[in-house]
């Protein structure tokens, strides 16, 4: 599904439509997987099923950073070279992982390759953008964006207004995490 997504939301393929609907994922519905698909919600519909005003906005703000100044512009340094570096996670399923076979898997890897197609189409590059793929982790990620060893970097990180030099983009996926807890009552007789 999230092929489909990206097929059709940045690669304006309509042939994937279907696989976007909720009768797809009835189909797709196996016991060991229970999946609805929710195709739009206005952030008021989620503050709503959220069940209170969230801490922080469910769709939050652009984050405006100020990045350093490069000596070129990164679509130009890609339409010369032909290549676009990005570092991606090997441990966040479903982001960005190795799969079975040792091959780079996740949603950060199909983004990326619709992406990457995308500039080339772009930029009128007819041999396509290579792209080279940097492991991230928990510790690096920023730093490589920020040291420009990598133009983007994909994963699980979370929209922050603190870190220098970053500039984030709009969220492509957005989850919460409910906890649910309980009183104990003491019995006082």
């Not at 919600?41 to 939050?60: C, D």
């Amino acid at each position: 599904m999230s092929v489909a997504f990206f097929k059709k939301d940045l690669d304006n393929q309509s042939k994937y439509q279907p696989y976007l609907t909720a009768s797809y994922a009835k189909v797709m519905n196996k016991d060991s997987l229970n999946l609805n698909l929710i195709t739009y919600l206005t952030p008021q519909q989620l503050e709503t099923a959220y069940g209170s005003f969230p801490p922080k906005p469910i769709v939050p703000p652009p984050i405006t950073a100020k990045v350093p100044k490069r000596q070129e512009i990164i679509l130009k340094e890609i339409q010369r070279t032909g290549v676009m570096k990005v570092a991606m996670r090997r441990d966040a399923t479903p982001f960005g992982y190795v799969d079975e076979t040792g091959e780079w898997s996740g949603y950060c890897e199909d983004l990326i390759d619709l992406f990457a197609e995308k500039i080339a189409q772009e930029l009128n590059i007819s041999t396509g953008v290579k792209v080279i793929e940097i492991a991230s982790n928990l510790e690096n990620r920023f730093q490589l964006v920020q040291n420009g060893i990598v133009y983007l970097e994909c994963g699980p990180n979370t929209i922050r207004d603190d870190i220098g030099g970053i500039a984030f983009s709009n969220p492509f996926f957005v989850t919460g995490t409910y906890f649910f807890g309980f009183k104990r009552h003491r019995n006082k007789s």
